[in-house]
């Protein structure tokens, strides 16, 4: 029942799993897990979230109706990722793929991936828990030609969709959520289509200037 962005992110993370290890974590949406799972929910939108706050095995009052708030800690021989909203999971979740050791950068940069063994988890400090200082934080790509164009069009047929899509993992894996397009030739919105779909999907703030066409209903 969760936000498809934190559906996507989750899928990301047994990735992410994969990369270290060389073994992908499976992602399985079900009301029970199993001893030893990774569990991830948003507050209020995930029945396994909310039925182990009902039964009182985590306080999540530190992080309810906090901005993009999330709490990890261990829970019945389980490792819980808990998110106040959307993104709060979603950086809950690319939190623990950047102790693990996966750059943000892992793609955009081609940071390696030092392989391991094993992952531990310490939870001896009982708490773990974290949300931003400041509500909008992100970028602006300005005067896209022929820097960032010329890479869209060679890597992904132009600016759009695909190539957004790899922008936006970044601003989350680096715990950002504000982007502010390219506008000298481009136009977000119609472009392509599902771009601003995308965006949403995520969980990406997005902003517009003077001939950006202003979407509405």
């Known amino acids: 029942n969760d936000w498809k962005g934190v559906i996507r992110a989750a899928n990301d993370l047994s990735d992410d799993v994969r990369k270290v290890t060389g073994v992908a974590s499976p992602v399985v949406s079900s009301f029970a897990?199993?001893?030893?799972?990774?569990?991830?929910?948003?507050?209020?939108?995930?029945?396994?979230?909310?039925?182990?706050?009902?039964?009182?095995?985590i306080d999540v009052k530190i992080i309810k109706g906090r901005?993009?708030?999330?709490?990890?800690?261990?829970?019945?021989g389980n490792l819980l990722i808990a998110?106040?909203?959307?993104r709060g999971t979603i950086y809950g979740i690319y939190e623990l793929s950047r102790?693990?050791?996966?750059?943000?950068?892992?793609?955009?940069?081609?940071?390696?991936?030092?392989?391991?063994?094993?992952?531990?988890y310490n939870d001896d400090y009982g708490y773990d828990y974290d949300w931003p200082a400041v509500k909008y934080?992100?970028?602006?790509?300005?005067?896209?030609?022929?820097?960032?164009?010329t890479w869209c069009q060679k890597h992904f047929g132009g600016v759009n969709s695909k190539a957004y899509e790899k922008i936006f993992e970044l601003l989350l894996r680096?715990?950002?959520?504000?982007?502010?397009?390219?506008?000298?030739?481009?136009?977000?919105?119609?472009?392509?289509?599902?771009?601003?779909?995308?965006?949403?999907?995520m969980g990406i703030v997005m902003g517009t200037i003077h001939h950006e066409p202003m979407m509405t209903t």
């Not at 901005?67 to 019945?76: G, L, N, P, Q, S």
């Not at 934080?137 to 164009?149: A, C, H, K, L, Q």
Request: charged residues 30%; hydrophobic residues 40%; proline residues 6%.
């Open 99 to 120: 102790r693990m050791g996966v750059s943000p950068w892992y793609w955009m940069a081609d940071a390696p991936v030092i392989h391991k063994d094993e992952i531990w």
């Open 33 to 57: 897990a199993d001893k030893g799972s990774i569990l991830v929910g948003t507050i209020g939108k995930s029945r396994i979230i909310d039925r182990i706050i009902k039964q009182k095995k």
């Open 174 to 201: 680096l715990k950002a959520n504000y982007f502010w397009p390219a506008l000298w030739a481009t136009a977000f919105n119609e472009d392509d289509p599902e771009s601003p779909r995308l965006a949403d999907e």
């Open 137 to 149: 934080r992100g970028i602006f790509i300005n005067d896209e030609w022929p820097s960032f164009g």
């Open 83 to 86: 998110g106040s909203d959307k």
């Open 67 to 76: 901005w993009e708030a999330y709490k990890i800690c261990v829970v019945d």
